[in-house]
């Protein structure tokens, strides 16, 4: 299977398949798999960061519906 798609790799034109030689060599796979990890890790971070905003928004709303109450309480 592998012998396969060597061959037929190597029947492309020379640009090409440096192209494909290119994308399959560490040279491109380990900056790949850096900028992926700080990806993840960055997505990581906002959704942290996002998950605490609605904590304290859910926080203020409930201030927020007590405060309302004690205004309408102490208008009566």
């Given amino acids: 299977m592998w012998r396969e798609i060597q061959k037929t790799v190597d ?3 020379a640009w090409l398949r440096n192209f ?6 560490a040279g ?3 900056p790949l798999v850096i900028i992926l990890l700080l990806a993840m890790y ?3 971070a906002i959704a942290a960061a996002n998950k605490h905003m609605i904590e304290v928004l859910k926080e ?3 201030l927020e519906r007590l405060t309302l109450k ?3 309480l102490s208008e009566n």
Avoid: K, R, T
């Fill in 11 to 13: 029947e492309l034109p």
């Fill in 20 to 25: 494909f030689y290119y994308f399959g060599s």
């Fill in 28 to 30: 491109f796979a380990v």
């Fill in 42 to 44: 960055y997505y990581s």
């Fill in 60 to 62: 203020q709303l409930v």
């Fill in 70 to 72: 004690q205004v309408l």
